[in-house]
């Protein structure tokens, strides 16, 4: 499956950004997703995941309560809503697509990853 990530920009510290992950190839439906970003100078880390079969999600501590993650099948999109952003959340972010959904926060279980997204936040 090709993966497709948008959205990324520029944005003040309290700020919202969406991201968008367009899905291509194969079947969107039956894959787990995940969000992961990686800031200059530091690993990539998990952001959150939505399960493919009952739609559970999970997040880190860092961005609960702030960042929501849904998809859409019917359009083969996953989507991240960050809200509250902080200058910390500035990163290159990633979509990733999990055949297995065995552990969702373990980014060297993802089988295709997509092309990054910047998102800047200022203080």
């Known amino acids: 499956v090709q993966l497709q990530a948008s959205g990324g920009g520029l944005v003040q510290a309290g700020g919202s950004l969406r991201l968008s992950c367009a899905a291509s190839g194969r079947t969107f439906r039956k894959y787990t997703m995940g969000w992961f970003r990686q800031a200059r100078g530091k690993e990539r880390e998990f952001v959150a995941n939505?399960?493919?079969?009952?739609?559970?999600?999970v997040y880190s501590d860092s961005v609960k309560g702030r960042f929501t993650i849904t998809r859409d099948n019917a359009k083969d999109t996953m989507f991240l809503q960050m809200n509250s952003l902080k200058p910390d959340d500035t990163a290159v972010y990633y979509c990733?697509?999990?055949?297995?959904?065995?552990?969702?926060?373990?980014?060297?279980?993802?089988?295709?990853w997509g092309r990054g997204t910047l998102v800047t936040v200022s203080s």
């Open positions: 939505i399960n493919w079969k009952d739609g559970s999600t």
């Open positions: 990733a697509a999990d055949e297995n959904g065995l552990d969702p926060m373990n980014g060297y279980m993802y089988d295709y």
